[in-house]
């Protein structure tokens, strides 16, 4: 704020620029980010980034009985699912937890300000 009671717009852009390049930092740094889900007792990993997209999926071969494959098919499936769900689990507590300092920031941008709504 200036004296005058006026923000200082020069400043909030500069925030908003430095604010801007933490969020292209951080995003990138979430895109390289590989996070692990397993079910089953570890008898299906899959392998997300931090854009939450499956880049590596392993079964173990104790997962597979080969005299009921209907039925193995079926349970790895499940696995499957439930190995992909926990992994998604553990790629948004991993973006809550790098984000949160960044939302911290966002909300001194137009917190207080006249006409502006906290963010």
């Given at each position: 704020m200036e004296p005058?009671?006026?923000?200082?717009?020069?400043?909030m852009l500069q925030q908003a620029q430095r604010m801007q390049e933490q969020l292209m930092s951080l995003q990138r740094e979430l895109a390289e980010a590989e996070v692990?889900?397993?079910a089953g007792g570890g008898l299906v990993t899959a392998?997300?980034?931090?854009?939450?997209?499956l880049i590596k999926l392993v079964i173990d071969?104790?997962?597979i009985d080969a005299?009921?494959?209907?039925?193995?098919a079926e349970t790895i499936a499940d696995l499957v699912v439930a190995a992909i769900h926990n992994a998604?689990?553990?790629?948004?507590r991993?973006?809550?937890?790098?984000m949160g300092p960044l939302t911290e920031g966002l909300s001194g941008l137009g917190g207080g300000?006249?006409?502006m709504p906290e963010l």
């Open positions: 005058q009671g006026e923000p200082n717009i020069q400043h692990e889900g397993s392998t997300v980034n931090g854009q939450s997209e071969p104790a997962a005299g009921d494959p209907q039925d193995t998604g689990e553990e790629v948004q991993l973006q809550e937890t790098k300000l006249p006409g």
